[in-house]
């Protein structure tokens, strides 16, 4: 069993940057796939970022790709997501994932293990 933490979140203005933390524990967590995915009231839980348990393949949503930046530190077990230049539409609750497989996806039902989630503010 692996168990996900994230912590990071808060209240930013547009802009500004945040840098969400996500502590994996459990036997085999640094050799999974992790991944980001976000989900505002009333819609659907979105893929934001993914990155393969070997870290040197990293995929982004396009709404994010050059702002955001997905990295793991598998010696820590940890993975995070810098997000810069955030703007008003990135404002959700953020959850971090994991899937016993090399590679990532972009679908949550893809995905084994899930945080509880860290919410995300940008103000305008």
């Known amino acids: 069993q692996v168990r996900m933490v994230e912590s990071g979140g808060g209240l930013v203005q547009a802009g500004g940057s945040l840098r969400l933390s996500c502590a994996a524990s459990?036997?085999?967590?640094?050799?999974?796939?992790m991944g980001w995915f976000r989900q505002a009231p009333g819609t659907d839980r979105e893929f934001v970022a993914s990155?393969?348990?070997?870290?040197?393949?990293?995929y982004y949503t396009d709404s994010v790709k050059g702002r955001f930046t997905i990295s793991r530190d598998n010696a820590k077990n940890m993975l995070y997501l810098q997000m810069n230049n955030l703007k008003p539409e990135d404002t959700a609750v953020y959850y971090c994932?994991?899937?016993?497989?090399?590679?990532?996806?972009?679908?949550?039902?893809?995905?084994?293990?899930w945080g509880q989630g860290t919410q995300v503010t940008v103000s305008s």
């Open positions: 459990g036997p085999t967590s640094s050799t999974y796939a």
């Open positions: 994932a994991a899937r016993p497989y090399y590679t990532g996806s972009e679908r949550p039902d893809e995905y084994d293990y």
């Open positions: 990155i393969y348990w070997y870290a040197s393949s990293t």
